[in-house]
């Protein structure tokens, strides 16, 4: 299989403080990770591509200082939101690819997402 | 570029009704397309993908869809709704290691 998965499912901060989000391959090595931001009631949104051991990429309007993005390891990616404050609140799911060379090398493989209250 | 509509952002049809729910593409090359399927609160769940084999793209819970190239659609269809299909559907369209959304469709399921 192809599973990767997120820490914490959910949590709750208070205005101002520094929130990280994990994202893990478990048994595959990616590349390239991906997050994605979703509004409730809209589409998946991308953030940043993510490369290991390089910057991220940030999509236009992304802003890079909030949204600090570290891909440290060919499994691990981790998303930490700065100075959250409530317009902060989302979900936020990630997306891995595998290495080329893998069976399911152009495909990406989701998260299941965490839930980011900023009180 | 690639983009991906969606057309009907909520769908509602009777249990045991038939079941589709539309999406076009345009890419530039031959695309890698994909349907998944949302809970709430949850993460993305892949129900089939074509990746230039079959047309006919058979997945999971008894959803299919068909890749017809000429109308830059690939279709999901079901023959009969349940009610646990009721969830939000995403279309994508992929090419190398980029995705691009379509905006979901809201599948509801009336008893």
């Known amino acids: 299989g192809a599973v990767v998965s997120q820490h914490p499912s959910w949590v709750i901060c208070k205005s101002g403080t520094s929130v990280k989000i994990e994202c893990r391959s478990l048994?595959?090595?990616?590349?390239?990770m991906f997050w994605y931001r979703q509004f409730p009631k809209q589409s998946l949104m991308l953030m940043a591509t993510?490369?290991?051991?390089?910057?991220?990429?940030?999509e236009q309007g992304v802003e890079k200082d909030k949204f600090l993005i570290n891909h440290a390891s060919l499994t691990l990616s981790t998303l930490t939101v700065t100075s959250a404050h409530p317009e902060d609140s989302s979900f936020y799911i990630c997306?891995?690819?595998?290495?080329?060379?893998?069976?399911?090398?152009?495909?990406?493989?989701f998260g299941p997402g965490t839930r980011l209250t900023v009180l | 570029a690639q983009s991906v509509t969606q057309l009907g952002s909520h769908v509602s049809v009777s249990e045991g009704a038939l079941v589709l729910l539309r999406c076009n593409y345009s890419?530039?090359?031959?695309?890698?397309l994909f349907w998944y399927v949302q809970y709430p609160n949850q993460g993305l769940q892949l129900l089939l993908k074509?990746?230039?084999?079959?047309?006919l793209v058979k997945g999971i819970n008894g959803f299919e869809a068909e890749f017809k190239k000429s109308e830059t659609s690939f279709h999901l269809t079901k023959p009969s709704a349940h009610m646990s299909d009721a969830a939000e559907y995403l279309c994508?369209?992929?090419?190398?290691?980029?995705?691009?959304f379509g905006p979901g469709t809201r599948l509801s399921v009336l008893p």
């Open positions: 997306s891995a690819s595998p290495l080329l060379g893998h069976r399911f090398y152009n495909e990406q493989f």
């Open positions: 048994d595959f090595q990616a590349t390239t």
């Open positions: 993510s490369n290991e051991g390089s910057k991220a990429t940030y």
């Open positions: 890419s530039s090359v031959p695309p890698y």
């Open positions: 074509y990746t230039s084999a079959a047309t």
């Open positions: 994508a369209v992929g090419g190398g290691q980029n995705f691009v």
